[in-house]
């Protein structure tokens, strides 16, 4: 989970954090994939901690058929 921290200037009730009343500097934890639905909002969230990331898996490199290099 992210982490964000809560700017505005007076409590909000978050409904997707299940009615939760967050208070003016206060952190808290939403989900990974709506994260930027929070950051793009400047003037009420800063970011804290981003989303954590799966790495990406690795995939063998393209084996190029052999030719006759005469």
Do not use: H
């Amino acid at each position: 989970m992210a982490r964000v921290r809560f700017v505005g200037a007076e409590p909000v009730t978050v409904p997707e954090l299940g009615d939760r009343l967050v208070q003016p500097d206060e952190i808290v934890e939403v989900p990974d994939d709506r994260f930027d639905g929070y950051v793009c909002q400047p003037s009420n969230w800063q970011s804290v901690e981003e989303p954590k990331t799966a790495p990406a898996a690795k995939k063998p490199a393209a084996k190029t058929p052999k030719g006759d290099d005469d």
